[in-house]
């Protein structure tokens, strides 16, 4: 069980500019293993399995080829972040490819790519940042998707993605301002088992992100 790793990385990284409240935490330990847990499952297949040690992960089935989709949390109205462990398997040339959301389906997502090499920033469906990321397969990564308020202006939108091994890292992978515009919808977590090999998620923790009065 890494948890303690997680919430480590966040202090290291520390935020700053909004008042924070956390809205939804899950390590997956009370749900029952080999079983659909009990989620907002929007496509594909999802189970808790017991890893070796007995800690729970989530597991998105490797059966189909869709994007598979979770939400977790309320409705965020205001600003947010996600912060989860995420671990995929390469078979040959074959990859996964995973992520988080924020603010329903047309808000932001951050996608990890391994087939390109790269992370991607989307708003929708559309991508509108790429960059460069060298992925490990096998190996549990920390994804981090954080969308706060400018004040009487758009959205500020930073993305860090990272193997949990090495240290946080300070500065984010991607950073993007966006126009002002009404944002609002649960979080996801979303992979495509490409490789046809489990994604699974660990340790999510949702930060509601208020602006300063």
Known sequence: MNSHCLFLALLILGTAGAQ???IFTEDF???PAGQEPDLFILAGAFTVEAEDGGNHVLQIATGELVDATVQVGGSLKTGGEIVVRAKGLQQRRSFPRFGVGLHGKAGF??????AARAVELL???EVIQTVPFTWTAGQWHLVRLRVEAIPNAGWSVSGW???EA???PEQALIEYISEPAT???KTSLF???FSGQPIQFDDVRVTALAPHP
Request: proline content about 15%; cysteine-free; glycine content about 12%.
């Open 161 to 163: 993605v990272w193997p």
């Open 109 to 114: 997502q951050l996608r990890v790519s391994p």
């Open 166 to 168: 090495s240290p946080a």
């Open 191 to 193: 992979g495509t088992p």
């Open 123 to 125: 708003k929708g469906e």
């Open 29 to 31: 330990t009370s749900f």
């Open 20 to 22: 924070e409240n956390v």
């Open 183 to 185: 944002l609002q919808g």
